[in-house]
């Protein structure tokens, strides 16, 4: 295998070389847990870390690795490797650290495409489904829909669910499969491409891990099996990780996410309802907040229905919870500059009560 078949560009070689980075070797990291690192590359995997220096100069989770990301390292024996840089992130899919205010967790690195699983049964939820395209707008990355477990519902059924999307997101593919009968995966396999990267998001129990299997005709990744009495899977990928596809794909597949906080601080929520953002061009304020104002152009389409309730809702709630985030970071910020400057202060006392 060549290292192009991971997602390595010129792009990437370019840095390489204005770096000075050539004495060193360069692979993918395709598992991350507690700070350790399996690197990929065109011969081997390794066993990583961080040298000490990468380490201690980190200001925050962006400057340790994630899956998805290219390193330069360097190996000794029995597989063992030291990362000694980091390159640099084409995209970063991420939400809102769970119970930390103003900080973001990286769910991955350097993806191409968005897989947005949801299993039609019982998982679907249209409010759940714009806070993942959020995520992968703020990124960059496109989203593709994907519906599975289409075999335990009606066609019926399913014609109503890819109706109610259509109605309220506009221009994402949509796709239905099954991992029982494998019907769509034809589809599915057709629209992965060879040095591509794609990120599965979606619930614990939507089938994630299965259709890695069914795309590699492997046993790759452990499943369990559905609940009988709540019709639920069980939770089992615990760790993010990549995996090159026989088709020469890249798949990265990531634990069932419980919450999906908004961490936007990009356009990714304007992306995500442009359509309702656009009328806000005919607002009588420029600062209008959209909920109680006199000659709102988005509260008149809600009420006159160009504007689905719902969608209003979810886009309001969603916009609260980014302000919120952004508020905290900002206040984050502050903090730690003020105890970089109090750590630089007590520095420059000790030197001068040295001499």
Known sequence: MKIEA???????????????????????????????????????????????????????????????????????????????????????????????????QIIATNVDFGLIVQAVNRDFNLNRLERYLTICNASNVEPIIVL???????????????????????????????????????ELEAIIQKGKTY????????????????????????????????????????????????????????????????ADTADGLETTFESIVEYSKDCKFKDCTHIHEKGCAILEAVENGEIDEEAYANFQKMEREKSHFESNLLDRKKKDKNLGKMIKNIKKQRRDNKY
């Not at 011969?43 to 989770?61: K, Q």
């Not at 390193?71 to 029995?78: E, T």
């Not at 477990?149 to 593919?173: C, F, G, P």
């Not at 009988?228 to 990780?241: A, C, I, L, M, Q």
Request: hydrophobic share 35%.
């Open 148 to 186: 599975n477990k289409t075999d335990l519902i009606k066609k019926s059924e399913l014609n109503a669910i890819i109706a109610q999307i259509n109605q309220r997101i506009k221009d994402v593919s949509i796709l239905s499969i099954s991992n029982l009968s494998t019907e769509g995966y034809l």
């Open 6 to 104: 991971l997602g390595y560009n010129d792009t990437l070689e370019k840095y390489r070389v204005v770096q000075n980075l050539d004495s060193f070797e360069i692979g993918r990291v395709i598992l991350e847990h507690k700070e350790r690192y399996v690197v990929k590359t065109s011969e081997s995997e390794f066993d990583s870390e961080l040298i000490g220096n990468l380490r201690f100069t980190a200001e925050s989770r962006y400057d340790f690795p994630a899956v998805g990301d290219w390193v330069a390292f360097s190996s000794y024996d029995d597989n063992k490797a030291l990362i000694h840089a980091i390159y640099p992130r084409k995209a970063i899919i991420e939400r809102k650290a769970v119970g930390k205010s103003g900080q973001t």
């Open 199 to 262: 990120c599965l998001l979606g619930s614990s129990g939507v089938g994630k891990s299965t259709i890695i299997n069914g795309l590699s005709n492997k046993l790759l990744m452990k499943t369990s099996e559905i609940s009988s009495s709540v019709n639920k899977g069980k939770h089992t990928t615990s760790h993010r990780e990549l995996i090159v596809l026989n088709n020469g794909g890249i798949m990265i597949d990531n634990p069932g996410m419980r919450e999906i906080g908004i």
